[in-house]
């Protein structure tokens, strides 16, 4: 089953706007980690924030975590083409080697 | 630095014949190794993990299997293909479970006709 759930499922901005993903999910978490996909390609990491953090900053990302609202956001600053992608949160819930569990992710289009 | 392969990048399959889908790791050793499919408009599940050479966890009961040959290698097989089983399989690996980030490779786009 699906644990987090990214909204919207997608977006269509200007460039040099900013960019807001939102994930939601539903039992504890140890982390919480944010990827992108561009088209045809594998996730690549952006940012990991453990259950204790509440904000993580990475260049033009922020990251936000309200474990109490089971809720986490991504923005992404003065966007680019290049951030053209699909974004999907991922949450470990911990206790092993097992995986994470993803939700279907956000179109993201930024236009030029 | 360490890299992830997988190969073949595409790949299509008639409704019951078998497969085998194969990933090596670079420049790590005894990597936590997973598999994922991506069905087209779903996120990611994931299918196997392993934590170990022969040793494989699944998390989802299905026809597929996986299998750890070599410390870097992980294979994922089936003996009859299923339309189901299309989709982008996805292999990663980390250093130690979900506590650390994981690393995908390119993944391999089947589809069974």
């Known amino acids: 089953s699906q644990q987090g759930e990214e909204d919207p499922q997608a977006l269509s901005i200007q460039e040099g706007e900013n960019a807001t993903m939102n994930c939601s999910y539903k039992?504890?978490?140890?982390?919480l980690q944010w990827y992108r996909q561009n088209s045809g390609r594998g996730l690549v990491h952006l940012i990991l924030?453990?259950?204790?953090?509440r904000e993580k900053h990475s260049g033009r990302l922020r990251v936000t975590l309200d474990t109490s609202k089971k809720s986490s956001s991504l923005l992404i600053t003065a966007s680019r083409a290049a951030d053209t992608a699909s974004y999907f949160c991922?949450?470990?819930?911990?206790?092993?080697?097992?995986?994470?569990?993803f939700g279907k992710g956000t179109h993201l289009i930024i236009q030029p | 630095s360490q890299t992830i392969h997988q190969w073949p990048a595409t790949l299509v399959q008639p409704v019951g014949s078998p497969l085998s889908l194969e990933c090596t790791v670079e420049?790590?050793?005894?990597?936590?190794l997973y598999w994922y499919r991506q069905a087209a408009g779903r996120g990611l599940q994931l299918l196997f993990y392993?934590?170990?050479?022969?040793?494989i966890s699944s998390e989802v009961p299905q026809n597929l299997s996986a299998s750890r040959p070599q410390d870097r290698q992980f294979i994922l097989s089936s003996k009859k293909l299923l339309l189901s089983d299309s989709g982008f399989y996805l292999c990663?690996?980390?250093?130690?479970?979900?506590?650390?980030?994981?690393?995908f490779g390119d993944g391999t786009r089947l589809s069974i006709l």
């Open positions: 924030i453990r259950s204790n953090e």
């Open positions: 392993s934590v170990g050479i022969g040793q």
């Open positions: 991922g949450t470990y819930s911990g206790g092993g080697a097992d995986g994470l569990t």
């Open positions: 039992t504890s978490i140890n982390n």
């Open positions: 420049g790590t050793s005894n990597p936590n």
């Open positions: 990663a690996w980390s250093v130690s479970g979900g506590v650390q980030p994981q690393h």
